[in-house]
Each structure stands twice: as C-alpha cells, then as structure tokens.
C-alpha cells in the first residue's frame, strides 16, 4: 500500500479526531425527563494515546414540538443549562472516563410533552498543530409534565 506524503498526515488527523469523539453515556436514547427536574447527563470521552486539550463544553436543551424535526444542533442549541469545561476522569468503567453532570430542565407552561433533545457542544484542541475541534453529540428524550 503507498500512501502520499500529503495524505498520511490527513489520514491521521482523521484517525486522532475519531479517537479523540466523546459521546453522551446518559441519559440513553429515549429517556423521559420532566419539565423543572434535574437529568444526570454523562459525557464519556474513551481513553486515548493523543491527549486534547479541553476549551469548552456546552450542554443545552432542544425542545422539538412536531411537526417539525429537531433543528441543527450546532447552530440552534435551545435552552443552554451548562456551560464549563470537560474534565472526564476515571470511575467504574475501564478505559472510559467520564464527567457526570446535573442540568435542569427548563419548565415552560407552553411546552407540551413532545420529542426533545440534550445536545452536547465539545470545542477542544488536537495534534500538533494544533487543530481546533468543534464535536456536536445529542440524545433523543421524551419530554413529560
Ligand atoms: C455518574 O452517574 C451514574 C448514573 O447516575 C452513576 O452510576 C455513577 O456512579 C456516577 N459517577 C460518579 C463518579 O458520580
């Protein structure tokens, strides 16, 4: 296999920006949170050899009332609940540190229950550059009462 010299750098900064993606643990798809409660929202961010350096995390609140779908989660982020740094550290889960954080749901009498979405903004620096990274995550919840 020959690779150009152009492209081995590309190949690996695709290959530490993958290995440097962090997800939402929790809730899980399909959760039901309730308007005016809190939501334990867990960010994991697995283990990797190239370390990043974290500028910030935004965790925010989409409220979505169909018909229409859940907008763009990097350029409409609804309700903003958190707004700091991630600082994932080691718990029970081997190779998968994590930060749990607590949000409130906002609790507006004009929201109905409906399809909503937590959304995770990660803004962080990679390789030797370095690049500056921008990773959306979200999670589908159900809103109740
Ligand atoms: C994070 O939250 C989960 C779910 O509630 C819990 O099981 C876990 O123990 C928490 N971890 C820490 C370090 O508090």
């Known amino acids: 296999m020959k690779l ?3 492209a081995l750098p590309l190949l690996a900064f695709v290959a530490s920006v993958a290995a440097q993606a962090s997800h939402i643990g929790l809730p899980k798809a ?12 867990q960010v994991v961010k697995p283990n990797s050899i190239e370390g ?8 925010s609140f989409q409220y979505c ?15 903003v609940l ?23 749901i906002p609790d507006y ?4 229950p409906g399809p909503a979405q937590i959304i995770e903004n990660r803004f962080h ?9 921008l990773e959306t995550n979200t999670v589908a919840v159900q809103l109740k009462n």
């Open 4 to 6: 150009t010299s152009l």
């Open 109 to 112: 009498s004009f929201w109905n």
């Open 30 to 41: 399909g959760s039901i949170v309730h308007k005016g409660k809190k939501v334990k929202v």
């Open 82 to 104: 958190y707004v700091g740094k991630l600082n994932a550290k080691f718990h029970e889960i081997p190779g998968e540190p994590y930060q749990n954080f607590t949000i409130t």
């Open 125 to 133: 620096l990679i390789g030797g550059g370095p690049a500056a990274v």
């Open 52 to 59: 990043s350096i974290e500028v910030g995390l935004v965790l």
């Open 65 to 79: 009332p169909p018909p229409d779908p859940c907008p763009n989660p990097t350029f409409d982020l609804g309700n």
